[in-house]
């Protein structure tokens, strides 16, 4: 196999891990709604939820263009990120954004950093997908206009951290398990572990929680 066919299977997979990320956060979003405390804060909420539908197209998309079922690509990906959902079902409100404000952004950090071993257009995707500002913003501000209570910003820093620990559990896995860990070495891998680490701690900072 060329070096060249070798990266472009990994972009393809890389992909595909997207796609079926951005499908079911989609999902999560849309029936994560159901918590919503006014129906404004529902329809910021779907908003959202829209965004990520959009993420997924994109996604496949690409993998269209290039020929590719893009079922076929997600499929080696399915069951971890299911799994992850799995795990990490919201008890309320509160949790259902704090899920969304920890697992989106580790997601579009591994993103980033595995496309930039890949092609241009694999770099322009992942920042596509990264463009979480706006996303960011609401959930940073709906958060914080929530959280001054004492019991709360414990348990929701409590489960910002299991948050990010399944995170991080299931992107190992993945580089175990996947195409995708042909992109890190050993050391490599450390320190996009320790970059992900980071970037939550900061994100975390954001709401005055401790990571």
């Known amino acids: 196999m060329t070096q060249k066919h070798e990266s472009t299977k990994l972009e393809q997979s890389l992909y595909g891990l997207m796609a079926y990320r951005e499908l079911t956060t989609f999902e ?31 996604a496949c998309d690409e993998l269209t263009a290039a020929g590719r079922d893009p079922e076929a690509v997600m499929e080696p990906f399915m069951e971890i990120i299911d799994e992850l959902h799995e795990r990490t079902r ?3 409100w509160y949790e259902s954004l704090m899920k969304a404000y920890v697992l989106d952004a580790v997601s579009a950090d591994f993103y980033r950093v595995a496309a930039e071993r890949l ?3 694999a770099r322009l995707l ?27 910003r414990s348990r929701l820093a409590l489960w910002g951290r299991r948050l990010l620990g399944e995170a991080l559990t299931k992107a190992r896995f993945v580089l175990d398990t996947t195409d995708l860990g042909a992109l890190f070495g050993d050391e490599e891998r450390k320190e ?10 900061r994100r975390m900072a954001a709401l005055k929680l401790t990571a």
Request: charged fraction near 35%.
């Open 119 to 121: 092609s241009e257009q």
């Open 126 to 152: 992942a920042r596509r997908i990264q463009e979480l500002d706006e996303q960011s913003a609401w959930l940073t501000e709906r958060l914080r206009a929530d959280i001054d209570d004492e019991r709360l």
């Open 28 to 58: 999560r979003l849309s029936s994560d709604a159901r918590f919503s405390p006014t129906l404004a804060d529902r329809a910021a909420l779907a908003k959202l939820a829209v965004t990520e539908y959009g993420h997924f197209e994109l």
């Open 90 to 92: 919201p008890g309320d």
């Open 192 to 201: 996009l572990f320790a970059d992900l680490i980071r970037k939550h701690s």
